[in-house]
């Protein structure tokens, strides 16, 4: 460590002690105090696509087909506990692509597991809406779905979205073709009947997703400047309040705001400090207060939070 030891300059007046480092004073001011408060940090993906729909509607196969990604499958809801990543490539170009856990009705309020993964959806570029085309209501599955986006970002609407009927390999599901387009294609403007187990149709849904991703940009930069609000931050100037010297049970009070928030800042007991200190007063207009109220040496003085015996000859 460095050590520098003082030496003194002066005249028959005094001495004051300098530093032998370029005769720098040895005085210091502590960091004006600023503002506290506890932050929540969420750290969001920026998926380019991103599989969402029900329970158990074949989001996991899905994933798996297109990016090889094996996640957890079985013939229950709620296998996938949080998000799954994978990479899709097609003609040279590479997209993320994420699934998130299937959303029940009620997600928005924590049933099933909630709507905590949603934050992932604001930046991904396409929605991939998987629907089971076995389910008895399919089309009231999707509005479940978009029901409970709505509640937790509306916002969430307005992204691209391309609506999958799975399951075509079922024949139940493949005779009932017709019968979804019609209750469901009305809705929805893109709407895809695929196997995510097969394969079949995939090649499709792809085409139309990518499309829709290489249109909207990067982390969905189209949906995010018409859906995304800048904060504003508007600072009010304070009034300003006048000096004011007066005695209180004994003790000289200063009310001067800029040479209380000096004073917090400052070690009145360092020797430079003192010097400093002087000079702040009469800057302020404050010794001028201090002679009118008749302030001496030995007098108690509080200012903001610092009180102190005046040693100065005013």
């Known amino acids: 460590p460095l050590i520098v030891k003082p030496r003194y300059e002066g005249s028959s007046k005094g001495l004051r002690k300098t530093s032998l480092v370029t005769g720098a004073q040895e005085l210091a001011q502590q960091g004006q105090a600023g503002e506290e408060g506890t932050l929540t940090l969420e750290m969001a993906l920026a998926p380019d696509i991103a599989i ?55 997600a928005h309020t924590g049933k099933g597991l909630g ?56 024949p139940e599901v493949r005779n009932a073709r017709e019968g979804i387009r019609d209750r469901v294609g009305h809705r929805r403007g893109s709407l895809i ?39 504003t931050i508007v600072l009010l100037p304070e009034g300003k309040r006048p000096n004011v010297v007066y005695r209180k049970k004994g003790v000289v009070v200063i009310e001067a705001p800029e040479l209380e928030e000096v004073l917090k800042r400052t070690d009145i007991l360092h020797e430079d400090a003192q010097a400093y200190m002087k000079r702040q007063f009469h800057r302020t207009g404050v010794a001028r207060l201090l002679r009118k109220e008749g302030v001496k040496i030995g007098d108690r003085v509080r200012c903001g939070g610092v009180e102190w015996e005046w040693q100065w000859p005013l």
Do not use: C, W
């Open 115 to 170: 709507l905590a993964f949603a934050r992932h959806l604001r930046k991904a570029r396409v929605l991939v809406h998987l629907v089971d085309g076995s389910s008895p209501d399919a089309a009231g599955d999707i509005e479940r779905v978009r029901r409970e986006l709505a509640a937790h970002d509306p916002g969430l609407l307005d992204k691209p979205e391309v609506v999958a009927i799975n399951r075509i390999d079922l």
């Open 193 to 231: 009947f695929i196997s995510a187990l097969t394969g079949e149709g995939l090649e499709g849904l792809m085409d139309a997703v990518v499309k829709l991703a290489d249109l909207v940009g990067p982390t969905g930069a189209a949906v995010e400047a018409a859906t995304e609000e800048p904060a």
């Open 52 to 106: 969402i729909g029900m329970p158990n509607s074949g989001k996991s196969t899905l994933l798996h087909r297109l990016t090889g990604v094996q996640a957890r499958i079985a013939d229950y809801a709620f296998t996938t506990k949080e998000v799954i990543k994978g990479i899709y490539e097609r003609e040279g170009k590479t997209y993320l692509v994420i699934e998130t856990p299937g959303i029940v009705e009620g």
